[in-house]
Each structure stands twice: as structure tokens, then as C-alpha cells.
């Protein structure tokens, strides 16, 4: 009986130090956790968007001081929300994205894209496609 506890002690351990070198949880691993990014079109591109399914984390980064803005779309159960990220370049003082936070269900399907617009009202530019993933 020791003998068995003694390798089922060594068995987790050895589990635990593994997530832990590749950066998984137990938690995170099962849940299935999933990241879908999309870029800008242009040379260089100047904007992306990323949606991330653990926490439901929306995204959209202004990549560089060339006066555009980078605005995300992410597309869920027929409602497109947009989130604009209008100050430049990230830098060491700046965070460098705009985040919003939503409440879907595990599994809901979801689309996202990102263009380039010049000023809030300017017509979108540089657009990726429309990515789906899940929630």
C-alpha cells in the first residue's frame, strides 16, 4: 500500500512540474483554451486584433505612429461590437491595446477582423478577413 501512495506521489509531481515548464495549467488545459489573432493588410501591418476564449478578452492594438487607428470588429450570435485603439504605436509608457471584456458562453461561435481608419468616422482600410473561432 505504501509503495503505491509513495507512486502516485511521484506521478503527480512529476504532472505538476510538467504544466508548469510548458506554462499550462491543469485548468486552462482542460477548458481548451483558444487565442485568434488577425492583422492589418498594409506593408507593415499597423493593427491587429486578438480574441482570447479563457476570460472572453477582446483586444485591438495600434501598432504604429503612422496617424491611422486600428479598429477591431468581433461578430457574436448576429451583433458586430467594434473597439478602436486611436493612440498610436504602443511605447514603454503605453500598454499599447484597447481590451474589452465580454460574458459568452463556452463554445459560442465568433468572428473577428481588424482595419486601419483615418479618424473615428474615416472609412475602414487595410482589413483582414473575418477569422471565426469559438468562445
Avoid at 507512486?7 to 515548464?21: E, I, M, P, Q
Avoid at 476564449?53 to 458586430?80: C, I, K, M, P, W
Avoid at 483615418?118 to 471565426?132: I, P, R, V, Y
Amino acid at each position: 500500500m505504501k509503495l503505491r501512495n509513495r507512486f502516485a506521489t511521484r506521478a503527480s509531481v512529476v504532472l505538476g512540474v510538467g504544466f508548469l515548464l510548458s506554462g499550462v495549467t491543469p485548468n486552462s488545459w482542460a477548458a481548451g483554451d483558444a487565442t485568434y489573432t488577425v492583422f492589418t493588410t498594409d506593408d507593415n501591418p499597423g493593427g491587429r486584433a486578438t480574441f482570447w476564449s479563457y476570460g472572453e478578452h477582446f483586444d485591438v492594438q495600434d501598432d504604429q505612429a503612422d496617424g491611422y487607428r486600428a479598429v477591431g470588429y468581433l461578430r457574436v450570435n448576429g451583433t458586430t461590437y467594434r473597439v478602436d485603439d486611436a493612440n498610436g504605436a504602443s511605447t514603454p509608457s503605453n500598454a499599447g491595446w484597447v481590451r474589452r471584456d465580454f460574458e459568452f458562453a463556452e463554445g459560442t461561435p465568433i468572428e473577428l477582423k481588424v482595419c486601419l481608419r483615418d479618424g473615428a468616422d474615416g472609412a475602414d482600410m487595410f482589413c483582414s478577413g473575418w477569422k471565426s473561432g469559438t468562445a
